[in-house]
């Protein structure tokens, strides 16, 4: 496999806003190890530190929609973050969903370890919790049936990511597994959301990304966020929309398309 090829490759449908059918064999990753090793290449490519970590397929319905049978990580790009309220590009997304999401800042690194990181042990790490939005999208014609390892190699299908402020600190209190969002396409349409539709609970899904990343090598560090992925239907989004998601509590984060 080579691994700059398929980096190459990738990188350049997602600069171009332009997809691909498949990895050519000769490049095409086979194992989930691979896939990572082809998506490390990103952050040589940006021109600043990435910005933090997203997980796809938190649910069962994530997971079949995009042809895998559990989640997987990619890569926040800082040139790719935006902030609450600002205005997007549509460009060519064909996802055409926007996500909302549950996301951390880490307070402190998690470096790879031998041991799997317990969910308190993770939750100590964390500084603050944030209303987020993800936009994903894929440099693959036919993502349903790219597989795992291909999607991995194309960042877990991370396109443009929302981050909403810090919650207040009560959230710790809070159950996240049995709180809930509504998610808004101004004008047009809600979906209703819950933390446990994603791996039950938030908190557990920010445990196995600190444990997916440690498995590969991968530290966590301080002052990266990681958003665990939709904890609603998707929202059909359309160019010149402006979309909400409201936590209650938690805060409320939101974007429109220029």
């Not at 690194?109 to 042990?121: C, F, G, M, S, T």
């Not at 809930?180 to 446990?196: P, S």
């Not at 440690?214 to 929309?241: K, M, N």
């Amino acid at each position: 496999m080579s691994t700059q090829q398929a980096a190459d490759l990738l990188w350049k449908s997602w600069q171009s806003g332009e997809v691909i059918a498949a990895l050519p064999e000769t490049m095409r990753p086979r194992t989930r190890a691979e896939g990572y090793a082809i998506q490390a290449t990103l952050e040589a490519r940006a021109a600043a530190p990435i910005f933090g970590w997203k997980i796809a397929a938190t649910s069962k319905a994530g997971q079949a929609h995009i042809g895998v049978d559990g989640p997987l990580a990619g890569r926040l790009l800082a040139a790719r973050a935006h902030r609450s309220g600002d205005v997007l590009a549509f460009g060519a997304n064909r996802m055409r969903v926007a996500e909302p999401e549950f996301a951390f800042r880490m307070a402190r690194d998690l470096a790879p370890r031998d041991a799997l990181y317990r969910v308190d042990e993770v939750m100590a790490a964390v500084d603050s919790l944030h209303p987020a939005i993800e936009i994903p999208d894929s440099r693959f014609a036919d993502f349903v049936t790219a597989g795992a390892a291909q999607l991995i190699a194309d960042n877990a299908c991370a396109h443009e990511f929302v981050l909403g402020p810090a919650s207040p600190p009560l959230w710790r209190d809070i159950d996240l597994s049995r709180h809930r969002a509504k998610a808004t396409v101004v004008g047009r349409l809600d979906h209703d959301g819950i933390g446990a539709n994603v791996l039950d609970d938030p908190r557990v899904a920010l445990t196995w990304l600190a444990n997916e990343l440690s498995g590969v090598g991968v530290t966590l560090r301080a002052g990266q966020v990681v958003t665990t992925g939709t904890c609603a239907v998707p929202l059909p989004i359309l160019p010149g929309d402006a979309v909400r998601a409201d936590f209650g509590v938690v805060g409320t984060v939101e974007m429109r398309f220029g």
